[in-house]
């Protein structure tokens, strides 16, 4: 981004790019030669292997996610115990192994044609109950909500060589597919914490107006912001981000979800579940002394305080000067987490 690019000419280039992309989906979605992903349905970014029975239908973000609740191929229901995944054209003479099995060895020949990733860290042993838990994706997505309703922000981990966690930058997102792979992951679960988004499992008819318009927005969303993180740093000191993200979800939710979202990208987490077994929260009591006590009050705390007395988990835009009105061309309207 060039030093006298304004704010509005950021925001005209950012949703530039995603009317661009959506539109680049939509076509993809009409064409019979793409290769499409079983368990999401989507477009393959990263194509992999599942081994022993090689079959490869799947994104690689989808299986590793997809193995993570049950180590068996999605098609024909065999054991899996690695994948491979960047295969080097044209030959894919050569790739990258995943490991299923976190104790397994390297074994000899596929460590000669690839490289193994690096082993999962071994967290400390007062947490290994809480890791054993995973949450199905209704339990996942119930659990976000209360992280959204009481305002909890993940505890910071720093950037070293012993927690893999690293710094991001809108080069990056520019740089590495994976990376905009794992904050698609990442939106599509976190996007559904809001009800104007969410397309209920059970809906009657997918053709249905209402089912159409959430799903339609949560698309058009997911891309926006994803353009907004190759324009601008997601939570630099200017607050670009927030401020382009702010009327859709509201600015408390905003800053939360992206400061969630850095969080998971920042981590070493390939999957969700992964990330949901290692991130840690404060108390819902701590937050609630922490407010209640004399002097210590910050906007952030009376923001959501009043919020809890309006009783309910609306947001309603708060815009200086005239209304202004998100239509139908900018994306979803603001809405409730319930």
């Not at 995943?98 to 044609?113: F, L, N, P, Q, V």
């Amino acid at each position: 981004m060039e030093p006298d690019d304004d704010g509005a000419d950021v925001q005209v280039r950012v949703l530039q790019h995603t009317l661009q992309e959506v539109a680049f989906g939509s076509a993809s979605n009409g064409n019979d030669q793409v290769d499409c992903c079983v368990i999401c349905l989507d477009a393959i970014t990263e194509a992999c292997e599942a081994r022993p029975c090689q079959h490869g239908n799947f994104d690689f973000v989808c299986l590793i996610n997809w193995l993570e609740q049950q180590p068996k191929c999605p098609l024909c229901k065999s054991a899996v115990t690695e994948v491979r995944y960047k295969f080097e054209e044209p030959d894919r003479g050569r790739w990258r192994t995943y490991k299923i099995c976190a104790t397994a060895s390297s074994d000899s020949t596929a460590a000669s044609r690839g490289t193994l990733l690096p082993p999962r860290r071994s967290w400390p042993s007062r947490r290994q109950q809480r890791e054993a838990h995973t949450f199905t994706q209704d339990e996942a997505i119930i659990r976000r909500r209360q992280i959204y309703r009481h305002g909890l922000y993940s505890m910071h981990v720093g950037t070293n060589r012993n927690t893999r966690y690293r710094e991001l930058t809108p080069q990056l997102f520019e740089q590495d597919p994976d990376l905009v792979s794992r904050t698609r992951m990442w939106l599509r679960r976190e996007l559904k914490v809001f009800e104007f988004l969410h397309t209920p499992t059970d809906a009657q008819d997918s053709d249905d107006i209402m089912t159409q318009r959430r799903a339609n927005n949560a698309e058009f969303l997911l891309e926006y912001i994803i353009a907004i993180l190759k324009t601008v740093d997601m939570q630099g000191s200017q607050g670009q981000a927030e401020d382009m993200l702010q009327e859709f979800l509201g600015r408390e939710h905003t800053r939360l979800l992206l400061h969630e979202l850095k969080s998971f990208l920042r981590s070493p987490s390939i999957s969700l579940q992964a990330w949901d077994r290692t991130v840690q929260y404060p108390s819902v009591s701590s937050i609630k002394r922490r407010s209640n006590s004399p002097g210590t009050r910050t906007r952030s705390d009376l923001d959501s305080w009043s919020s809890e007395v309006r009783g309910g988990d609306f947001y309603r835009p708060r815009y200086s000067g005239t209304d202004r009105h998100v239509g139908s061309a900018r994306g979803p309207r603001p809405g409730p987490v319930h």
